[in-house]
């Protein structure tokens, strides 16, 4: 059997964490198995489809690498791919009336009124709430075409059988069944003839050829009446696979609290796709080992569905910056270099820290610093792969290069107060940075600059070089903390590092 799959969301918001673990599942598997992926727009509810929300879909799955063999922006053998474009080409009318002259299917004409009570008094008198016929599944013909005559809008509902058992044969949680009588008649065509997701999804999924539904588990109690569906028109029913839902460490329903965003506010983080995908892959899935940190390939070659677990998946937020952080490390220095000035160039990264990121205006000013060393990285490529190399161990997420390693790009790079009070008020302090001014002709290399401070501190009478190396740091780069201090002064150059060294000692002089 060859796999298809398919995604199919509903264009109405933006694209979060749990749909993209849907893709994504989808995606492995397929291509795991040789198959297709395929991209379904289910738009029928046109009062809330927003054309908005199907361009960020796209385009963020396009981000995270996540590619389809069919759909709306590619085509395929099944077009169109959009559902409203599939009712208007008449692709489900037949299939509808097919329900109806088999009596899988009836014309329900109650009013909002009416459904009102029906709910009311289902709930008063603690029975099952839904539609369980009303007067309209077994109302004579000529009920009905009195109803259609007066012109009364209507429903077409599914007729689920009484008095069975229904079985389905899931691969998490294995057979599932149910009580027919239980399950409720949903609508197949709304009032506006246009068609549920309950009647279109099962309709395309046997004309698309789908091998298998992979959905969330909240769509178990679907189940039921979509297998029916299949039964009903003698079609082979696919693998239904209902996919654990997502938690916070809490163990509660993953909101904006455990760090579930819009998966663009991953993207303007500064996340690598490749480490998003890695982590949201582990969400409910293991490989069968220990393993953590994979690449695409080693995703692809490893995932099956007997991976899949029926417990609900945590989302960690630092298990995904840790392995953000070793995705990065994976990097070669010019790829981690293509990797931020791509990240930079993203519209919305400077949209996120300037109008989404908390707190304001801080955050503003995180856009400003991304933008301008985007355009000093462009500038002097060569000398940009020499300080990324240093701060990639450093690097967790892309955003954060600004505070890694902005000061390899300052003349006068901010100093922090704390640093400067207990370091350049050293007593040696003067001296040492006089010192060095005087030797940066002699500074060219790590070794060298290494050799130079050593000197100082023997003459000084130093046993240790932390009185050298500290003052020195918070001098060349306004810290206390980062790279190794010989490498990054040999990055930086005797002409970088003498109007630092000079503002320090003026600093240094002031203060002594």
Not at 142 to 153: H, I, L, N, Q
Not at 183 to 204: N, R, S, W
Not at 259 to 285: C, E, H
Not at 303 to 312: H, K, N, R, V
Request: charged share 30%.
């Amino acid at each position: 059997m060859s796999v298809r799959v398919r995604f199919a969301p509903s264009p109405t918001g933006l694209l979060h964490v749990g749909a993209l673990r849907d893709a994504l599942f989808k995606y492995l598997f397929a291509r795991h198995c040789g198959g297709q992926n395929i991209l379904r727009i289910e738009d029928t509810d046109r009062s809330r489809y927003n054309p908005d929300s199907e361009r960020e879909f796209i385009e963020t799955l396009r981000w995270v690498g996540i590619d389809f063999d069919e759909g709306p922006h590619v085509g395929g053998p099944c077009a169109p791919y959009r559902q409203s474009e599939r009712k208007e080409a008449g692709i489900y009318e037949p299939y509808v009336r097919r329900l109806l002259d088999e009596g899988h299917a009836y014309k329900a004409f109650d009013t909002p009124e009416e459904l009102a009570a029906m709910r009311e008094h289902q709930i008063a008198h603690k029975l099952p709430v839904g539609y369980f016929g009303g007067e309209w599944r077994d109302a004579p013909p000529s009920k009905v075409e009195a109803a259609e005559r007066e012109g009364r809008p209507y429903v077409i509902r599914q007729r689920i059988p009484r008095g069975q058992r229904i079985v389905v044969d899931d691969v998490i949680r294995g057979r599932i069944e149910w009580d027919s009588d239980q399950i409720d008649d949903p609508v197949l065509i709304k009032a506006d003839g246009m068609p549920t997701y309950h009647f279109a999804a099962m309709v395309d999924d046997h004309l698309m050829g789908i091998t298998h539904i992979m959905r969330g588990e909240e769509w178990i109690s679907s189940a039921p009446k979509h297998a029916l569906l299949f039964d009903m028109f003698g079609w082979e029913r696919p693998v239904f696979v209902h996919c654990p839902v997502i938690v916070g460490n809490d163990g509660k329903k993953l909101s904006k609290r455990h760090g579930a965003t819009r998966v663009l506010d991953y993207m303007a983080q500064g996340f690598l796709p490749s480490a998003l995908k890695n982590f949201i892959a582990l969400i409910g899935w293991s490989p069968g080992d220990d393993r953590e940190g994979m690449t695409e390939r080693e995703l692809i070659e490893a995932f099956s569905l007997e991976g899949l677990q029926p417990s609900p998946g945590r989302f960690d937020i630092e298990k995904l910056r840790w392995l953000n952080g070793w995705h990065i490390r994976r990097l070669s220095v010019a790829e981690f270099v293509d990797a931020f000035q791509g990240y930079a160039r993203e519209p919305y990264v400077a949209e996120y820290w300037t109008q989404v990121a908390e707190p304001q205006p801080e955050a503003a000013r995180k856009a400003g610093e991304i933008a301008r060393m985007a355009e000093a990285v462009a500038r002097d490529r060569g000398y940009a792969e020499r300080f990324f190399a240093l701060a990639q161990e450093r690097t967790t997420v892309l955003a954060d290069l600004p505070d890694v390693c902005g000061f390899f790009l300052e003349d006068e790079p901010p100093m922090d107060p704390k640093a400067v009070a207990k370091w350049l008020t050293q007593p040696h302090a003067p001296d040492l940075f006089q010192f060095l001014v005087q030797n940066l002709f002699r500074m060219n290399s790590e070794a060298q600059c290494e050799a130079v401070l050593r000197e100082y501190a023997e003459r000084a009478g130093f046993e240790k070089l932390g009185p050298v190396v500290h003052p020195t740091r918070v001098a060349l780069t306004g810290k206390t903390a980062g790279p190794g201090l010989f490498e990054l002064m040999a990055v930086l150059g005797p002409a970088r590092m003498e109007p630092r060294l000079r503002r320090a000692l003026e600093i240094a002089r002031s203060g002594s």
